[in-house]
């Protein structure tokens, strides 16, 4: 079993051989001190991940030394995580979002990044795209005070953009799907803080979520398996999105109180789980004894059976400890073998 058919058989559900591992987004400077290198390919290779996300390439035009404007017009300040913060959205007034050009999906370069891995890992890994979902294109376009704010006052207006956001990320899929024969899709909109939505159910439901089951429905009809990223209290919508179609969760964010062991107990046999060793606690200033006992129990609450795969609880950021990232994953390798009974019992 390659590494690719491991994250498929987990994502099915199912045993694999071991329990898979990948994160969503890996530091530099932690790629760097673990591997020499701050290529995530060749970290990916050297650690010996499973799977590679990859996101679409959008071009910069850097203003200072950090500050830069993107394909969508967001004007962004560097920092020491991948992501750049947002301190300047394009669309001044929802009212006048027809007249905002989305970045164009087929430029020759989208795919750059994308086109690079796949010509080094074909089907040996797990090559994920990362595309978006209902609310993180929204708020960046709108600025985040301005789209919460539209979400209750200006509902047509946000349910003509959303229309236009699920067809760009769709099309950027389905290019995807025709190019490179990829089928997973891992969709990294969070919606939720510690203490749960960051807006009111009631506007999900009644607003959000039947743009959500188009988008999860879109990205079904093109074969991909679909990975719903949001971390947070998660539990007022989780019902919802399995029964969307999503083929996995993650993560079961343990600083908002959600259960692992209850979450797999509760939805294991329909969904894959993804996470979820605590990366503001044990990866962080855990010593490598605590982060070992860490990835043990979470293979105990919900690797049996299949249909888990084993990472951070959200990202291996700039605060991680290189060590305590080792450690979780020699201790991956010893106890993420199946079957796990000798593993988890002893």
């Known amino acids: 079993m390659n590494q690719l058919q491991r994250v498929l058989t987990a994502l099915q559900c199912k045993e694999p051989d071991y329990v898979p591992t990948f994160e969503f987004d890996i530091n530099k400077g932690v790629m760097k001190h673990l591997t020499g290198s701050e290529d995530i390919l060749d970290a990916a290779d ?92 929204l708020r960046d376009l ?18 003509a953009l959303l229309d236009r956001i699920i067809e ?13 024969d990829l089928t997973i899709v891992v969709t990294t909109d969070d919606i939720a803080a510690n203490r749960g939505l960051i807006f009111s159910p009631k506007v999900f439901f009644e607003l959000l979520g039947p743009k959500f089951k188009e988008v999860i429905h879109g990205f079904k009809t093109l074969g991909y398996y679909c990975i719903k990223h949001c971390d947070g209290y998660i539990m007022d919508v989780l019902d919802y999105w399995i029964d969307c179609g999503i083929d996995c969760i993650d993560p079961i964010d343990p600083n908002a109180d959600m259960d692992l062991e209850y979450i ?61 990232y080792r450690a979780m994953l020699r201790a991956l390798r010893e106890y993420g073998k199946y079957p796990l009974d000798r593993y988890i019992h002893s």
Not at 68 to 89: F, H, P
Not at 168 to 180: M, P
């Open 46 to 137: 050297i650690l010996d991940l499973d799977g590679i996300v990859v996101r679409p390439t959008y071009q910069k035009e850097f203003i200072s030394e950090k500050v830069y404007l993107d394909e969508w017009g967001c004007k962004r300040q560097v920092s020491n995580e991948t992501l750049a913060v947002i301190i300047e959205s394009p669309i001044k007034d929802l009212k006048d979002h027809g007249d905002y050009t989305f970045p164009d999906p087929y430029a020759h370069h989208r795919f750059e990044e994308l086109e690079r891995t796949v010509n080094r890992y074909g089907s040996t890994k797990a090559v994920i795209l990362n595309v978006r979902d209902i609310f993180s294109d």
């Open 142 to 159: 709108l600025g985040y005070e301005n789209a919460l704010v539209a979400l209750v006052t200006e509902q047509d207006h946000v349910k």
């Open 168 to 180: 760009y990320n769709w099309t950027l899929a389905k290019l995807v799907a025709e190019k490179f």
């Open 264 to 324: 797999k107990n509760k939805y294991g046999s329909r969904v894959c789980i993804k996470g979820n060793v605590n990366c503001e606690t044990a990866l962080v200033n855990g010593t490598e004894q605590e982060v070992e006992e860490e990835v043990r129990d979470c293979i105990r609450k919900a690797a049996t059976g299949g249909g888990y795969i084993l990472s951070s609880s959200n990202t291996i950021h700039s605060g991680v400890r290189p060590e305590n």
